[in-house]
């Protein structure tokens, strides 16, 4: 009886001991996230809980604080505004989740989230939650009591990273749009975004498509109950759309989408719709680094048009006109003299064109040849036909032989299930010095779709910092090692 009461007191402190260590980490170490994207999350709970009088909430995702400026948004309709989208990869619910506390009698509430299927769900993600709450554990009270079990069960991770940053004497900093100090007190993003900076004026890695599929009923119940919610509170909830680069619309989309789409939307949803989705198909160069972010051109333009959608919904005139900017051009580079001649590389792979303007200006990475498939190891060619490679496509890299991949500095995206059905694959090496350089889809969190559970991603030790706090590839940050 004494030894087994004694194995039972063995089997509990096993227990309770990393318990207390993933307690002490989350509660007693200093923050180690509020630089990053996610740590804005606390700045735009506070401006929202601290307007006592009739406001106007705009919800979604990045493509909020990318693309509305809440201050010109004020000067149009004449009501203070709050700028509430911050990440996709917390997911839509977590913001409708907070706004709940801070509802209060004429408030208008926009929701607009991304047109995606992941932000048309109740996806939600511990980990990103869990960073954002770092530099104000209060935040985890708002979050919905339905998330506290993948909470508990994110702890774990968020405490291991947590911990390994701070003993590397390393919280994340990012450079650049993505730190939190590229927010003003309003919540909207002040760093400038001066013209389109993709490489091919848009995201392959995320295409855009108007169907009813992309939106879960979960979703759809979960929204209505909130609307109920806010009506109770004297508030009205109203339906709209993010900004969408024209460039990454599927090709096979047509007017008809659109309006089934929207109709879809009108029928299922309880907040009224008071937007056209096709009004908030924007010019390429309008967006900024992803096909829902806008340049500062691009902001203006957006606020205007969502504004005048407010205002004819309250049966109001936008107090001021707005000039509208030129789409910016983007500057030439003084490195496009590149030599993409010949690659030896590439005739372990198979490609797809580009095409821009009816030329062909490139090619994507679609597979691989059947030389690259006998192959323990491959690296992407920089050209083909004379031509520079640019993204790599989905299930590119299936093999029954493929162990190690380097993947080249020249590749501007990886598009999800690129890795997929690769059971031998152990190694990615991404050798761009700049994870902005190689980017990846960080709204569907997709990139290791069928990809082997103990594969990794490995990046130079210098910058490692770099891409686990990266926009892109930060959601990707357990799968990310040094060299």
């Not at 010019?283 to 969502?306: Q, V």
């Not at 821009?356 to 192959?375: C, F, P």
């Not at 960080?442 to 594969?455: I, P, Q």
Request: aromatic share 12%; proline share 4%.
């Amino acid at each position: 009886m004494k030894k087994a009461f004694i194995k039972f007191l063995c089997i509990l402190l096993c227990i309770l001991i990393p318990f207390a260590a993933v307690i002490s980490a989350v509660l007693l170490m200093p923050s180690q996230f509020g630089n990053t994207f996610l740590g804005a999350l606390s700045l735009k709970t506070e401006r929202l809980y601290s307007i006592d009088e009739p406001k106007i909430i705009v919800i979604g995702g990045s493509s909020v604080p990318f693309g509305v400026d809440t201050k010109l948004m004020e000067t149009l309709i004449g009501m203070p505004c709050v700028n509430f989208g911050l990440y996709a990869t917390l997911g839509t619910k977590v913001m409708l989740d907070i706004s709940r506390g801070a509802i209060g009698e004429g408030d208008i509430i926009i929701i607009a989230p991304e047109t995606d299927p992941q932000t048309y769900s109740l996806y939600f993600n511990s980990e990103s939650a869990w960073q954002a709450c770092d530099t104000d554990m209060s935040l985890l009270k708002k979050i919905g009591s339905d998330n506290y079990d993948d909470m508990l069960g994110g702890a774990w991770k968020y405490a291991v990273q947590k911990t390994k940053y701070f003993f590397a004497k390393e919280p994340l900093d990012p450079e650049g749009v993505y730190n939190a100090d590229s927010f003003d007190e309003y919540g909207d993003i002040i760093y400038p975004r001066e013209y389109n900076i993709m490489e091919l004026g848009y995201d392959p890695s995320l295409t855009i498509k108007f169907s009813s599929d992309i939106i879960s009923e979960d979703f759809i119940d979960y929204v209505n109950e909130y609307v109920d919610f806010a009506k109770s509170k004297g508030a009205k909830v109203y339906f709209s759309f993010a900004p969408m680069n024209e460039d990454a619309v599927a090709s096979d989309t047509d007017i008809e989408d659109l309006e089934a789409f929207a109709l879809f939307i009108k029928e299922k949803f309880d907040a009224e719709v008071i937007s056209d989705p096709n009004d908030y198909i924007y010019l390429g160069g309008y967006f900024y680094d992803s096909n829902f972010h806008l340049n500062d051109a691009g902001m203006i333009m957006h606020t205007a048009n969502l504004s005048e959608d407010i205002a004819k919904a309250l049966g109001k005139e936008l107090i001021s006109d707005v000039q509208i900017p030129d789409v910016p051009e983007k500057p030439s580079q003084g490195g496009d003299d590149e030599d993409f001649g010949y690659d030896e590389n590439e005739v372990y792979f198979e490609f797809s064109e580009v095409v821009r303007d009816g030329e062909v200006i490139g090619y994507n990475i679609t597979g691989l040849s059947e030389l690259g498939k006998a192959q323990n190891s491959v690296m992407t060619p920089r050209a083909y036909e004379g031509k520079r490679i640019y993204a790599i496509e989905s299930g590119a890299f299936a093999s029954e032989n493929a162990e190690e991949i380097y993947i080249t500095d020249n590749i501007s995206s990886i598009n999800d299930g690129a890795f997929a059905n690769a059971p031998k694959l152990k190694k990615v090496h991404i050798l761009a010095e700049n994870p902005d350089d190689t980017t990846v889809n960080n709204v569907s969190m997709g990139l290791c779709d069928g990809m082997a559970e103990d594969a990794r991603f490995y990046v130079g030790a210098d910058v490692y910092y770099d891409f686990v706090s990266n926009y892109f590839w930060g959601s990707y940050a357990d799968k990310i090692e040094k060299e």
